[in-house]
């Protein structure tokens, strides 16, 4: 089983929609979840981060932490075709011992239909 | 300020070739990271280097080696390029702890024939 799980897509929506991108772990001593982006033939980018449980606001984009159910999610409302893209969550934590752990959803590929 | 920058961006190889990659960064960053993206996988970590002077296997390091030259920049070298190693390459760089932002350059696409 991997650490990180990410349903691939691709997901294609009208424009308007609101969209729900979802990543499950397996890892409890994860502590900070984030959400990339990622244009086509181009780096990922951060677009939030949320520390530890709750909810994150910014803009359209909401991110959302349930650690109980080791379930992330990030809603895009009023969907525009300029966020079509690549999403990528990622996850990691603090680690004294040195070992690092920084770990990718494989990504959701998004359409966003004018 | 360039943030990360990675050269070739477009790389052709025959099997058994070698080749280094070439990753900087300006933003004073200790960390550095080389990953592979490919289709259905995601991105996977090949080598990482937590601060100048070290470095450290990730995921997938078989048929790789990595030198931290200094600390701007961080190579990637294919010894003997082998069809598996077609990939989308891509190099990070971040500071230490927290929620540790990656910023990622623009990628090199590279194929072995």
């Known amino acids: 089983q991997k650490e990180v799980e990410q349903d691939p897509g691709p997901l294609s929506v009208p424009e308007g929609a609101i969209v729900s991108l979802n990543c499950t772990y397996s890892n409890s001593a994860f502590q900070y979840f984030m959400w990339y982006r990622q244009y086509s033939r181009k780096g990922p980018e951060l677009l939030m981060y949320?520390?530890?449980?709750g909810n994150k606001e910014d803009g359209r984009f909401t991110a959302q932490v349930d650690k109980s159910s080791k379930y992330i999610s990030l809603f895009i409302r009023d969907s525009q075709p300029s966020d079509s893209a690549t999403y990528l969550c990622a996850m990691n934590c603090d680690d004294t011992s040195g070992t690092y752990k920084y770990i990718f959803g494989t990504g959701t590929r998004l359409k966003v239909l004018a | 300020n360039a943030g990360v920058t990675q050269t070739p961006k477009f790389q052709v190889l025959k099997t058994g070739q070698s080749m280094t990659l070439q990753c900087a960064q300006d933003?004073?960053?200790?960390?550095m990271y080389w990953y592979r993206q490919d289709p259905g996988m995601g991105l996977r970590l090949i080598y990482y280097?937590?601060?100048?002077?070290?470095?450290d296997k990730g995921e997938v390091p078989n048929g790789y080696n990595v030198s931290r030259l200094n600390k701007r920049e961080f190579s990637l070298r294919l010894e003997s390029a082998a069809p598996s190693q077609t990939s989308v390459y891509f190099c990070a760089s971040s500071e230490i702890g927290g929620y540790n932002e990656q910023f990622f350059g623009p990628g090199t696409r590279l194929t072995v024939l």
């Open positions: 280097s937590a601060s100048e002077g070290t470095t």
């Open positions: 933003m004073n960053h200790n960390s």
């Open positions: 949320t520390y530890s449980s």
